[in-house]
T-cell receptor, first 112, second 115 residues
Framework: ETGVTQSPTHLIKTRGQQVTLRCSSQ?????VSWYQQALGQGPQFIFQ???????GRGNFPPRFSGLQFPNYSSELNVNALELDDSALYLC???????????FGSGTRLTVV | GENVEQHPSTLSVQEGDSAVIKCTYS??????FPWYKQELGKGPQLIID?????GEKKDQRIAVTLNKTAKHFSLHITETQPEDSAVYFC??????????????FGTGTLLAVQP
């Protein structure tokens, strides 16, 4: 059974650019959540996808968007990158609503 | 808004000693409280969790206690080992929480176990 895999592991972007981060959920998991973890902080909830539809969103602006595909993999897109977007982005998958999450190792995004 | 406070931010113990990390949550509807261990360069790993209908749960050297009235929950690690060194996060959520069971995380505790 494979876990949650994220790509890329590290990324450097310039302010104003756009970025797409990818997540393959654990086998059998249909729910994916994305979290942003700034240095020295706990993860902050961005949004959640359940069966290809967004069903919850945290306090993040609309330039943070996502997708979930029929195989339940997911993407996080961030437009008009700002310096404060520099963080570790974590993907977590779950076998359904009300079940525990398995986290990936994250993508370290640096905006310069 | 929803908030989870975690203390201490850093904790240094001698190998073999016990470590205790405490969290307080604000949302009285929270009913699921997981603890995660995060090692450098890795994502959070679930180490133990507790639901609001239970006051204590133990798994080998790790235990979690919950006081719903005070909205406090704590992680206890006994007989600490150097490999326990990591950042530990508490979290709280409503489970199931309607459409979303987002986790509200604490700010983390850096545990250092000195050999």
């Amino acid at each position: 059974e494979t876990g949650v895999t994220q790509s890329p592991t590290h990324l450097i972007k310039t302010r104003g650019q756009q970025v797409t981060l990818r997540c393959s959920s654990q086998s059998g998991h249909n729910t994916v959540s994305w979290y942003q973890q700034a240095l020295g902080q706990g993860p902050q909830f961005i949004f959640q996808y359940y069966r290809e539809e967004e069903n919850g969103r945290g306090n993040f602006p609309p330039r943070f968007s996502g997708l979930q595909f029929p195989n339940y993999s997911s993407e996080l897109n961030v437009n008009a990158l700002e310096l404060d977007d520099s963080a570790l982005y974590l993907c977590a998958s779950s076998p359904g609503l009300g079940y525990g999450y398995t986290f990936g190792s994250g993508t370290r995004l640096t905006v310069v | 808004g929803e908030n989870v406070e975690q203390h201490p931010s850093t904790l240094s113990v001698q190998e073999g000693d016990s470590a205790v990390i405490k969290c307080t949550y604000s949302d009285s509807a929270s009913n699921y409280f997981p603890w995660y261990k995060q090692e450098l360069g890795k994502g959070p790993q679930l180490i133990i969790d507790i639901r609001s209908n239970v006051g204590e749960k133990k798994d080998q050297r790790i235990a979690v206690t919950l006081n719903k009235t005070a909205k406090h929950f704590s992680l206890h690690i006994t007989e600490t080992q150097p490999e326990d060194s990591a950042v530990y996060f508490c979290a709280a959520t409503r489970w199931p929480g309607g459409a979303t069971n987002k986790l509200i995380f604490g700010t983390g505790t850096l545990l250092a176990v000195q050999p």
